[in-house]
């Protein structure tokens, strides 16, 4: 059996030629919004390359595999619009230890916001991520300009690194810090340390940060984007919307899903894994 579990351009195509050739059953598993990626390109020479890469080399290819991973509901249903059968198609999110992320208590989270130098009678509003224009970087520096206008009872803190970053660094001040890059490590100390998640992107999958969010137990307020509206109860897509929401100041944490859990995650990877050796070899169609 081949197994692609890392990027669908350009090992994925070598998994499906490799299993095509060789009669060997396959898997292979899309992280991203492939679908979506002639509309990013700019230009209308790069729109057509991608359009070609992904829209037709790369499904066709596809469509050879005994099973195609996707990370959520919103991918499978984009996958089976285009022509994919729906047993072939398997939904199992990326692979997540949760108790890397533990959920923090009332009183811990005032610790923690002291031990990192945050007001503990401030409600502290944490963005992780790149900060480009695609992750809507402009958009949360336009909630965070109105909120800290409007209030003084909000704190922000903003971990990544991207395009955007000089502006948060030019605006850091008392309630709103700007940390740049956190190792793994600590990172979890932020999550605990805070009462809400915003993430108000443009285009994404299933983010990894969401995910950590949700395992830490805070309550987010997120763009209504690809996987994100299928495991966050609260999306927005204005400015307006987003500012409402934090100045309302009722926030409610998000459910986990039965999945945020390693030895249930095992147990789909296994099962997929062995549904796949006991079938048949890899068909077009």
Same mark, same amino acid.
Request: with cysteine; hydrophobic share 40%.
């Given at each position: 059996m081949l197994v692609n579990l890392s990027d669908p351009f350009p090992s994925g195509i070598l998994v499906?030629?490799?299993?095509?050739?060789?009669?060997?059953?396959?898997?292979?598993?899309?992280?991203?919004?492939?679908?979506?990626?002639?509309?990013?390109?700019?230009?209308?020479?790069?729109?057509a390359v991608k359009y070609v890469i992904y829209?037709?080399?790369?499904? $066709?290819?596809?469509?050879?595999?005994?099973?195609?991973v996707v990370l959520g509901?919103?991918?499978?249903?984009?996958?089976?619009?285009?022509?994919? $059968? @729906?047993?072939?198609?398997?939904?199992?999110?990326?692979?997540?230890?949760?108790?890397?992320?533990?959920?923090s208590s009332f009183r811990k989270r005032g610790a923690l916001k002291k031990s990192l130098g945050f007001k503990p009678e401030r409600k502290l509003i944490l963005y992780v991520g790149t900060?480009?224009?695609?992750?809507?970087a402009d958009r949360l520096i336009e909630i965070i300009k109105r909120v800290t206008l409007q209030s003084d009872e909000y704190q922000f803190c903003i971990i990544g690194l991207g395009p955007? @970053?000089?502006?948060?660094e030019a605006n850091s001040d008392a309630r709103i810090r700007y940390e740049g890059f956190v190792s793994r490590e600590n990172i979890s100390n932020y999550y605990q340390a805070s009462d809400l998640f915003i993430y108000p992107t443009r285009s994404?999958?299933?983010p990894n940060v969401i995910i950590e969010a949700i395992s830490s137990g805070l309550p987010i307020a997120a763009s209504p984007v690809a996987e994100i509206p299928y495991l966050v109860m609260n999306t927005m897509v204005s400015v307006d919307e987003f500012v409402k929401y934090i100045l309302n100041g009722k926030f409610v944490p998000e459910q986990r899903p039965d999945w945020f859990n390693w030895v249930r995650q095992r147990e789909m990877?296994?099962?997929l894994l062995d549904s796949v050796s006991k079938g048949k070899q890899a068909k077009i169609g």
């Amino acid at each position: 059996m081949l197994v692609n579990l890392s990027d669908p351009f350009p090992s994925g195509i070598l998994v499906n030629l490799f299993s095509l050739y060789y009669g060997i059953p396959s898997i292979t598993r899309v992280t991203g919004d492939i679908l979506g990626e002639k509309d990013r390109a700019s230009g209308v020479l790069r729109k057509a390359v991608k359009y070609v890469i992904y829209n037709l080399l790369i499904l $066709s290819l596809f469509k050879t595999t005994n099973k195609l991973v996707v990370l959520g509901q919103d991918s499978k249903n984009k996958f089976a619009r285009r022509g994919f $059968s @729906q047993d072939r198609l398997v939904v199992l999110p990326q692979p997540f230890k949760a108790d890397l992320f533990p959920q923090s208590s009332f009183r811990k989270r005032g610790a923690l916001k002291k031990s990192l130098g945050f007001k503990p009678e401030r409600k502290l509003i944490l963005y992780v991520g790149t900060l480009s224009y695609g992750k809507g970087a402009d958009r949360l520096i336009e909630i965070i300009k109105r909120v800290t206008l409007q209030s003084d009872e909000y704190q922000f803190c903003i971990i990544g690194l991207g395009p955007f @970053q000089e502006n948060f660094e030019a605006n850091s001040d008392a309630r709103i810090r700007y940390e740049g890059f956190v190792s793994r490590e600590n990172i979890s100390n932020y999550y605990q340390a805070s009462d809400l998640f915003i993430y108000p992107t443009r285009s994404d999958s299933l983010p990894n940060v969401i995910i950590e969010a949700i395992s830490s137990g805070l309550p987010i307020a997120a763009s209504p984007v690809a996987e994100i509206p299928y495991l966050v109860m609260n999306t927005m897509v204005s400015v307006d919307e987003f500012v409402k929401y934090i100045l309302n100041g009722k926030f409610v944490p998000e459910q986990r899903p039965d999945w945020f859990n390693w030895v249930r995650q095992r147990e789909m990877y296994l099962d997929l894994l062995d549904s796949v050796s006991k079938g048949k070899q890899a068909k077009i169609g």
